[in-house]
Nanobody, 116 residues
Framework: QVQLVESGGGVVEAGGSLRLSCAAS????????IAWYRQTPGRQREPVAV???????TYADAVKGRFTISRDNAKNTVYLQMNSLKPEDTAVYYC??????????WGQGTQVTVSS
């Protein structure tokens, strides 16, 4: 089983920055990808950014050019650097690990609030 712990959320003014962290426990199976998702009340959880095992990345159109996903293999941690934040970025942010032969694991989420 993989445990994921997110941190770094908070309240920031529009135009500001935050960096989210997702610390993953060690896995006996390969982690194919770790992704950041976000969810607002009444809406489905949506993908924001994905870091694949070989290092390639994918971003949602709404965050391209503003958000950057990265990882520190030594710390088993994936980061989401969020710049030029907008009020519409307000959401609970979750990280998800796609673990080979085991499926998806989710963290508990961290709240990001961007004030206008």
């Amino acid at each position: 089983q993989v445990q994921l712990v997110e941190s770094g959320g908070g309240v920031v003014e529009a135009g500001g920055s935050l960096r989210l962290s997702c610390a993953a426990s060690r896995s006996a199976f390969r982690i194919n990808a770790i992704a950041w998702y976000r969810q607002t009340p009444g809406r489905q959880r949506e993908p924001v950014a994905v870091m694949h095992s070989l290092g390639s990345t994918t971003y949602a159109d709404a965050v391209k050019g503003r958000f950057t996903i990265s990882r520190d293999n030594a710390k088993n941690t994936v980061y989401l650097q969020m710049n030029s934040l907008k009020p519409e970025d307000t959401a609970v942010y979750y990280c998800k690990a796609d673990v080979a032969f085991r499926g998806d694991y989710w963290g508990q989420g961290t709240q990001v609030t961007v004030s206008s």
